[in-house]
């Protein structure tokens, strides 16, 4: 995906068979915007816990943490 909006890296948490996860990925490549997409069944382990209050996808986005209804939120707007 190209580099567009986002500023400093966008990391994107998702699974593979989630529909809201696969909508975001299509709106993000739709607005050419860069972000590093983490299937979390690749990063998980025994060390590492993920907590998921509003279930996935998951942007973390400089810093703060946004959940499906604030991604689209954010960036549907236009298109």
Known sequence: MKKRKSEGEMVLYILPSCCKCQEVIKLFTKLEIEVKVINIFDTM?????????????VLEENNEWLDYEMIMKRYNKGV
């Open 45 to 57: 382990n025994a060390d590492r816990t993920l907590t998921l209050d509003n279930g996935l996808p």
